[in-house]
């Protein structure tokens, strides 16, 4: 007689396995997933003389200290540690998956691959122009890539595409197509919003275009697989692009 085998996994059971790949990380899973690229740019930021332009708080909260490193290092270390308790509350008791952040850190890795196909490749084709890193210490790569990851995907998706969808949304009782205008809209302010400022670039229409289209490629990352993932694609294809030049 043939040993016993164990019967396969029912297709209920495979589909649970996948979960996480076709499921958004909930919001307060991917605030505490964050974290680390919320400390690397605001420790990160006492070490060069940069800020990234969509981080609206920082610099008041140097001026509120009077400058005081220690108060500014204890302070950004108080905020981390309160997004984590509270995230880690807020999710009533449910732990967060300890390969949670490995996970989001690979597919982000594909999708960061995918977007300088995807979209360079688009630019490249119509403007026949290379979309190129700018000229940073190693140090400042890092640090200005996870502030772009952190403040620019919370100012520019969570904020202006998902607040603008919902409040469209409540203004038209649902209507579904709210998220389709919203996200072109947001996409070119997102564009419009690195030639403003102190640390402005002058303005290129390949360079618009391009940064258009990543808009739209970062808004479908976050609404289909929540903020974490499109923290770390966006910060992860800015060290590409910053390392690769």
């Known amino acids: 007689m043939p040993p016993p085998t164990k019967p396969p996994a029912p297709k209920s059971a495979i589909r649970r396995g996948w979960q996480w790949l076709t499921t958004p990380y909930d919001a307060l899973t991917s605030l505490v997933l964050t974290i680390p690229v919320f400390l690397v740019y605001h420790l990160g930021i006492l070490l060069v003389d940069l800020r990234n332009g969509a981080d609206l708080v920082t610099g008041a909260i140097v001026e509120l200290l009077h400058s005081s490193i220690t108060g500014y290092v204890a302070l ?141 490629w970062f808004t479908l990352v976050y609404r289909l697989r929540g903020f974490a993932v499109a923290v770390y694609t966006h910060a992860l294809y800015d060290l590409f692009v910053f390392f690769a030049h």
């Open 76 to 216: 950004t270390l108080l905020v981390a540690l309160g997004l984590f308790a509270a995230g880690s509350r807020l999710r009533q008791g449910h732990q967060i998956d300890r390969q949670a952040l490995w996970r989001v850190t690979c597919e982000s890795v594909i999708w960061a691959g995918l977007m300088m196909i995807v979209v360079g490749g688009v630019v490249a084709r119509i403007f026949h122009a290379q979309i190129g890193g700018v000229s940073l210490s190693p140090i400042a790569r890092v640090v200005m890539a996870a502030g772009a990851g952190f403040h620019e995907e919370l100012l520019f998706r969570v904020i202006l595409f998902g607040g603008g969808a919902w409040i469209l949304k409540q203004a038209t009782h649902g209507q579904r197509s709210a998220e389709l205008i919203v996200a072109p809209i947001a996409a070119a302010v997102f564009s419009a919003a690195h030639y403003v400022g102190p640390f402005a670039d002058p303005f290129q229409l390949s360079s618009f275009t391009f940064r258009f289209l990543a808009g739209l």
